[in-house]
């Protein structure tokens, strides 16, 4: 990709690219209309729809940082992260409450 997957904010953290919540924000409306099935009890249709939607953002950040194969977490982590980092930079990906924008 011409664009890096993280860039530095002006307070010096390190923040998802603008082009990279582009990318993001056109896939939204995807997680929006996930629904559990119907006929279920109000409490397992909803645990149903909550894991769903916790797969659908962790493929999503899987998508995203496969289009950077090369990526070296270094970059952003620094050059000796321990293994919880690593666990959580591979996982993570932070929506707003409302998960109609990327921050």
Same mark, same amino acid.
């Given at each position: ?5 993280? &860039?530095? %904010?002006?307070?010096?953290? @390190?923040? @998802?690219?603008?082009? $990279?919540?582009?990318?993001? =924000? *056109? ?7 996930? /629904?559990?099935?119907? $006929?279920?009890?109000?409490? &397992?249709?909803?645990? #149903?729809?909550? %894991?769903? /939607?916790?797969?659908?953002? $962790? ?10 194969? &090369?990526? *070296? =977490?270094? &970059? @952003?982590? $620094?050059? *000796?992260?321990? *293994? ?6 591979? #996982? @993570? ?7 109609? %924008?990327?921050?």
């Amino acid at each position: 990709m011409p664009w890096r997957p993280y &860039e530095l %904010t002006t307070k010096g953290e @390190v923040a @998802v690219s603008s082009l $990279g919540k582009d990318w993001l =924000n *056109d896939r939204i409306p995807d997680y929006q209309i996930i /629904m559990p099935p119907d $006929g279920l009890p109000y409490d &397992e249709a909803k645990k #149903r729809k909550m %894991t769903h /939607m916790q797969y659908w953002t $962790g493929r999503l950040a899987q998508d995203y940082m496969a289009m950077w194969p &090369e990526w *070296d =977490n270094a &970059e @952003v982590l $620094g050059p *000796d992260p321990d *293994d919880k980092q690593l666990s959580t930079h591979k #996982r @993570v990906c932070y929506f707003d409450n409302s998960f109609s %924008t990327i921050i």
